[in-house]
């Protein structure tokens, strides 16, 4: 399997960006926030659905447009080339799913091709980054082992998680000898139930008769109290009844008033509207002629009032003189301000001239280019040359180290040539070795191989019976493992702990990935290979001839020691070949500095003639330079600047003088100062506008009067046709015939309004029509009152009785009840042992499923386990350049231990943190490489080696190279040292996007 091409439609920063033709072994490369997370997670969320909204994982949604998803081209052996496209839709986005023929599968063709597993699972195994890494030294010392135990079998630390989970669960709940933990209290408490409960036990007998005689008490009160609320209901009845008797009377003879006089209608308001309609008539007419005499004295009153022609005519102009002579004197101040400056930039000049010895005039210097585009290019020379001059230091460094280390080399190489044998006494002694063996030796050799024959037949045997066993323990334990994961599961979301389902969630879901990938391939296979071999070994030994011992173990030992030292020596020649290449390329850095020194050097010069200033590559700093030549055409310009607003100045000063003395005189005031002449301005302005605005506010008062004589005039003649209506309306031909009708209407108004208020005060009594009518009838009156109000005070006398033999019995229970009763007791203690009882389901349920992880880790162990743990010892023996040799679990099962090539045995924490890193790598690697092996998923690394040094780096693209032969492999790195290791077809460097056009 191999991802071909990404189309990003936008995700994250990125927008419409396409990768094609990705290779085996391909490498992303880019700078911090140039895409490189995005793409990784791009590539998840094609597989496997875009992240939640309420997930910790980042959904990488675009801010600057709608575009939300992308498209994915994988090759697969069984579907061909294959098109994923996911777009914003639902939680985790709209699929396509599109095969080389053309044709649209469904979802359910995606999780076919990639095998059922889910994005967790993908990124346990195949996808991993520097955080995982850098998880192996987040924790203690003591679980470092764990890690990377957990490491090999699912690709992450979940498996310790749920350990650690479910121990801590467990000890919340109970320990041996612990004080808080809540079955611990539970187990107190019930003990102290149990004796308060049999103390109980004597006193139950007389409380049961207190008790029954109690509720014979309590029912005839009940009794009491029902007959008593009847009574209390009826003479309420009763009461109410004679209440309103009044009312219905005067209901009765107000209904046989209005029966004679008839229905009655008027206008409403009809007299008020009249009387307000008469006075407003009366009202106006007053008005009309108090407006006329106030017309007239505003007319008399604005032919005395006149202004002046001249000022009205020039008005804009003079206030404009008058707002500019309130700047005179701070024209006048800011004039001596420029003189003071000018002095100071003079002096500033004659400084800056001193300190930079510049040989020409200010022309000159004023025609010098200080552009942006020169300091920058001036600050880049400088950071130019200081770079260099490290890079100076370094290079000598690095120069005498990899010389010193070619010399030890080639002394190494010298002295181990020295202690080997020469040629001819080395193939003498081999073929002396190769007729040591005699027939006693191969019928030994031939007897040891028939009993391990023998022995491997017979395991083969064994093994096949113990294979099949532990796949039936193994169905029923994957079985109950998953029910009690996904009732716990249930249980503990049922009781709110988010926390313990999501694991118990995820252990499910690890419980069913594992049970379709973690077969392994038993010891039976193993075993049958070796018999085979052993078979091999047995033909080849029957074919071979005795041959006479010649030579001794001495012989033996030298040829040994001088193979060692051939080994050796092959070593350290490929050692050397290595420091060579290093040493010329130190010495080809020294002369790409030359030339980088020569190409700044110049460039300094050029500068130097352009400023006609002596400058010094190694003494003197040109931004330094830049900003005195800077600060000096600065204070020139400066100064040009200054003279030219003073000249302004002095010229505005005496045009706005000239301006007021010319306006005073036109007005016919004679005077020299401006000052003076201001004064009289603004008064002679002051009264033609005071003038002006009272003649404004007479016409408009004018106006005013005028409107509202019309619009009185206009109100007298709408009011006389609301008078004729009035009377129109109620058939009346004058005011008094109209004024008659309103007194008929008003008393049949009253007498209805008085009927409405008696039949509203009846509809508030609790008693109906039916019940007024029967108890009128009955004639209830007072003595029926008085018979009834009897009845219940022989009632309430029977309830003061009962109630006082209550209190009595009640108080001889609250004594025997102050300790609680035999059977609340008993309850109480149920009650607890139940909730104990409970306590220890919970905690069961923990217990059972911490023992089921176990067995399943041990499961792991025995069948999947020891084939990664191989291959894993494999790939970490290569990058340490045979340092460490074996890998392999520690006593208790739960850790790593890894053997050095001296023998030394090192727990995994006690390695150094890069070591431990390598062998989290190596697992991982391993893993992915067990994993799926007919159609291999792509192995996805983000800078997943930045704590390996600079040799063991190097073996690891060694072997990510040799991987990629067979798997395809992504990687991404923002670290420039390792594109050495790759070649330009290999490498997509990403660019930063330009964070203005998102603005």
Partial sequence: MRIKELHVYGYGKLENERFNDLQQLYVFFGENEAGKSTIMSFIHSMLFGFPSKNHEEPR???????????????????????????????????VTVMLESGEVRSEETLHDILHGIDKSYFQ??????????????????GNVGKILLSAGLIGNDMLLEAENTLQKEMEQRFKPAGQKPSINLQLKKIKELDKQMKLAGDEQEAYKALIEQHKQYTEELAEVKMKSSESEEMQYRYQEFLRIKPIVDERNILDRKLDRLGEQTFIADGIQRLEQFLAAKVQIQSQVVSLIERKQAVLKEQAERKPNEYIQDHKEEIEAALESASFLEKLELDQSVLL?????????????????????????????????????NVKRLDRDKNRLLDERMQLDEEYKTEKEKLERSEARIAELKERMLPEEKRQQLENTVGRVSNESFQKLKKALLMEQLAEVEQQYEQQKKRDTQNRLRQRNLFGLLGILLAVG????????????????????????????VFKGQGLAQELSRQHDILKQKKAALDQEKSIPAEEHAAQLDLLERDREVEKSLRNEMFRHEERELAF?????????????????NDEILVVSKTWRIQISPTENNLEDIFEMLSQLKDFLLEKEEKSNQLTFLKKETTDKKQELLTFSRELGNTTTSWQEAVVLLKKALNDTLEKTIQSKQLHAEIDKLTLEIEKLTNNQLQINEE????????????????????????????????????????QQSQLGHEQITDYLTAQIDGNSLERLSKERKEQSKRQSQLLELLSDLKHVIQNLEDGGTYEE??????????????????????????????QTINSFKQERLPAVIALAEDYFSFLTDGEYTKIRLNDSGKGLLVERIDRLTFEAEEV??????????????????????????????????????????????????????????????????????????????????NRHSFQ
């Fill in 60 to 94: 990488y949604e675009p801010k600057q447009h709608a575009k939300y998803g992308g498209r994915l081209v994988l090759v697969t052996k069984r579907y061909g080339e294959v098109m994923i496209e996911r777009v914003k839709g639902k939680a985790a986005g709209d």
């Fill in 124 to 141: 346990s195994v195949f996808s991993f980054n520097l955080q995982g890494l850098q998880g192996v030294h987040t924790m203690n010392e």
């Fill in 340 to 376: 003071q400056e000018l002095e100071r930039i003079q002096k500033n000049i004659r400084s800056a001239y001193g300190n930079l010895h510049y040989p020409g005039d200010e022309n000159s210097l004023l025609a010098l280019d200080l552009s942006n585009f020169v300091n920058e």
């Fill in 489 to 516: 599961a249930v249980i503990s979301f049922t009781q709110d702990q988010v926390m313990i389902g999501l694991l118990l969630t995820a252990g499910l879901f690890v419980l069913i990935a594992s049970r379709s």
């Fill in 584 to 600: 010329d390329k130190a010495i080809q850095k020294f002369e790409g500095w030359e030339h980088s020194w020569k190409k700044v």
């Fill in 723 to 762: 008078i004729k209506k009035l009377y129109n309306k109620t058939d009346a031909s004058d005011e008094e015939e109209y004024r008659q009708k309103a007194l008929k209407a008003e008393e049949w108004a009253s007498l209805t309004s008085r009927r409405d208020l008696l039949q509203i005060q009846l």
């Fill in 825 to 854: 007791r008993m309850h109480l203690f149920m009650e607890e042992r139940a909730a104990l009882n409970e306590e220890a389901k919970v905690w069961s349920r923990y217990a059972i499923a911490k023992t089921l992880l176990e």
């Fill in 912 to 993: 150094s943190r890069g070591t431990a890193e390598q062998i989290y790598a190596s697992m991982r690697l391993a893993l992915a490489v067990s994993t799926f092996g007919e159609d291999p998923f792509p192995l996805i690394i983000d800078d997943g080696f930045v704590n390996f040094d600079q040799k063991r780096t190097r073996n690891m693209i060694k072997l990510l190279r040799k991987l990629s032969e067979t798997r395809q492999i992504i990687f991404f790195t923002c670290h420039e040292t390792l594109l050495t290791h790759f070649s330009e077809s290999e490498i997509h460097v990403l660019q930063k996007p």
